[in-house]
């Protein structure tokens, strides 16, 4: 029998692009299709479980794509990559329940399932990738995927096209920049060190800066990297795409971009800053704290001036992942726990609040939060699920939110960055001020004037809208409740990021053929 | 990257590039990406050069290719990080990964090229204008 638990790594990125080939050829058939991904997409979050807790019994697993060692391209499984997946998983699977009912069927059967998938098989392809150049690859992957994901329409048409478009272009043109900036610093270490494989990177530059050799452009290519993944997560210089492609894409695609593709960016820059450039530390850790601030500070003001649901959701991820980015410049165990419980809390609650924002949408019949009101008489389920997302955002107990606000600045607090977490904590109460605004705005008050803008719709409460929106709320609360898993889980995360030897190790001891 | 002239080639390559991506006109937008990112492919492909002649191919195990020297391995003691080697060692390769490399990321920027003339004959056709300045319905 084959050792299935073996083969899980190539297996979370080979089952999606299969079938998203699958996924083409049975377009005539839209049951089935819809069975059969639903089916898939539960499959793979199963793997994905079995394979976190294979990785966290028997430690770092390495999956070699060919028999050539590191020189080949090597799929590396360890608790950060992993759970990412986990993450990633459980979010899609969710998106992918709710855009049943809320994507537009011509769209749905014919191009959406099958770039969902290669979606998710470029999502799993970077979390568990250790190739440098091969990470480039499943950006790709996953940007072309998301463009034409992003255009897709939902049922209703509350986007323009044209909006659709002028959002996606500014997308492309500006992460294909991302991607070149990218094969510059990728192509400038290759040339210095003669290889891609990320452990293999380390080793060397820990060498060199050891002999006191280490040539100085690779200070230079270190920045580049953060240009790279802050593009992805969108902060402070490079924000400015997210809250037009974030608000225009349909709400399931705008909950996986929201929830999980600017996490990819926060992933990027964990591995490269701690796994390839230590050395470069003392450089990049002043710089992502300044960008980090900056990120909180503008996303938190613009969230608060905003009238439309979706962008105002929107600037608030850019706040959040500001947050997320402070942790990780500050750059201690206890920080780096912290950011990682706030990334799945805020990956989770985001998710959470895009879907429910879509039915929110569909309901009210438009965008625009000053033609809302009183909606918690005929939308009890959405309001509520709204509240709990808000709650957790901006931070108040029970839900997940505040224990990773209160971890964060109590790490940050230990590790004497005094100005930092007040500057955070500042705008953490602007936080507080816009995601209840627009509560209030949406749901409490005078019901909007019938007779100028028409009666509300019957709230949609199908099992495929409900389902996904009550799970991810349960899931809110239980992290807000039973915190200890996800704190254990990020700080063995941290301490096997701070201390790269045993992903070394497990990489290079690999044979060639 | 041993040639001066290929450097500045490739320098004012991406001069070129960054000027059109800064115009107004959509058509010269994608035309700078295109050329920025062969710019980048010819960055790749220069750092495999080194000044030889012999075609890497190896023949039989990876063993028997590194006794033969065909395949020269890791000294990161005294520098040497194969395949980026320095003239001292002898060596007289062409660094066959980098073409690879630049192989892959043709076919990547074909896709998303594509992809991005479509996209821009669409929003020709909702707009009715390739000039960037007056595509402002969103506002960042």
């Known amino acids: 029998m084959i050792d299935v638990m073996q083969h899980l790594p190539i297996l979370l990125v080979a089952i999606p692009i299969l079938m998203a080939a699958v996924m083409i050829m049975l377009r005539s058939h839209p049951k089935l299709q819809n069975i059969l991904n639903v089916t898939v997409s539960i499959v793979l979050l199963l793997m994905s479980i079995q394979l976190l807790f294979h990785v966290w019994d028997n430690g770092i697993q390495v999956y070699e794509v060919g028999e050539w060692g590191k020189y080949g391209i090597l799929l590396v499984a360890d608790l950060l990559g992993s759970s990412m997946v986990l993450l990633s998983s459980g979010i899609s699977l969710m998106a992918l329940i709710y855009s049943l009912d809320y994507i537009q069927e011509h769209s749905l059967s014919s191009t959406y399932h099958s770039l969902f998938n290669l979606m998710i098989a470029g999502l799993n392809g970077t979390f568990l990738t250790g190739d440098l150049f091969n990470m480039f690859v499943f950006f790709e992957i996953l940007l072309l995927s998301s463009c034409a994901l992003v255009v897709s329409q939902g049922k209703g048409g509350h986007t323009k096209t044209s909006d659709k478009m002028e959002a996606t272009f500014k997308y492309l043109i500006l992460n294909m920049i991302g991607s070149i900036v990218m094969l510059i610093a990728v192509a400038s270490l290759y040339a210095t060190l003669g290889t891609l494989n990320m452990a293999d990177i380390a080793v060397k530059i820990s060498a060199l800066s050891q002999s006191g050799t280490l040539p100085w452009h690779l200070f230079m290519i270190a920045p580049l990297f953060i240009i790279v993944f802050g593009n992805k997560a969108a902060i402070f210089p490079m924000h400015y795409w997210l809250p037009d492609v974030h608000p225009s894409a349909p709400s399931p695609i705008s909950a996986m971009l929201s929830g999980v593709m600017i996490k990819v960016g926060v992933y990027g820059v964990l591995r490269v800053c701690f796994l390839i450039f230590p050395d470069a530390l003392f450089l990049l850790k002043p710089m992502i704290i300044f960008l980090a601030l900056a990120t909180i500070i503008v996303g938190a003001i613009s969230a608060i001036g905003q009238n439309d649901v979706k962008r105002l959701l929107a600037y608030s991820s850019i706040s959040q992942v500001g947050y997320i980015f402070l942790g990780i410049g500050m750059g201690t165990a206890l920080t780096i726990t912290a950011s990682l419980v706030y990334l799945v809390n805020h990956a989770i609650a985001k998710s959470m609040l895009f879907l429910t924002s879509g039915s929110i949408i569909h309901h009210a019949g438009t965008r625009d939060m000053t033609k809302m009101g009183g909606m918690i008489q005929s939308a009890p389920l959405m309001s509520s699920a709204f509240l709990i997302g808000a709650m957790s955002i901006s931070g108040l107990p029970p839900m997940g939110g505040f224990i990773a606000k209160f971890m964060l600045f109590d790490a940050g607090i230990l590790d004497q960055y005094y100005i930092p977490v007040a500057i955070a904590l500042l705008f953490a109460v602007l936080t507080l001020f816009y995601m209840f605004r627009a509560w209030l705005r949406m749901f409490w008050g005078e019901e909007r004037d019938f007779v100028e803008h028409g009666e509300y719709r019957a709230q949609n409460t199908s099992l495929y809208v409900s389902i996904p929106i009550i799970l991810l709320a349960a899931a809110v609360i239980a992290l807000g409740l039973y915190a200890e898993p996800l704190i254990v889980l990020s700080q063995a995360i941290t301490d096997q990021l701070l201390d790269p030897q045993p992903y070394i190790d497990a990489v290079l001891t690999r044979g060639v053929r | ?140």
Do not use: C, W
């Not at chain 2, 010819?42 to 191919?57: C, E, M, Q």
């Not at chain 2, 990547?108 to 996209?119: D, E, G, K, N, P």
């Open chain 2, 1 to 140: 990257m041993n040639s001066v002239l290929l450097s500045i080639t490739i320098s004012i390559l991406f001069g070129i590039g960054t000027f059109l991506i800064l115009r107004r006109d959509i058509i010269k937008v994608i035309i700078g990406l295109s050329i920025l990112s062969h710019a980048v492919n010819l960055l790749i492909a220069s750092t495999g050069i080194f000044d030889g002649d012999k075609v890497p191919i190896i023949t039989g195990s990876h063993e028997s290719a590194v006794a033969s020297g065909t395949i020269f391995t890791d000294d990161v003691v005294n520098g040497v990080m194969s395949p980026v080697v320095s003239v001292m060692t002898g060596t007289h390769y062409v660094d066959p990964l980098v073409q690879a490399l630049v192989l892959t990321a043709i076919v990547i920027s074909l896709a998303i090229t594509a992809f991005i003339l479509i996209l821009a004959y669409r929003i020709h056709e909702e707009y009715k204008t390739t000039d960037l300045n007056e595509m402002k319905r969103l506002r960042g």
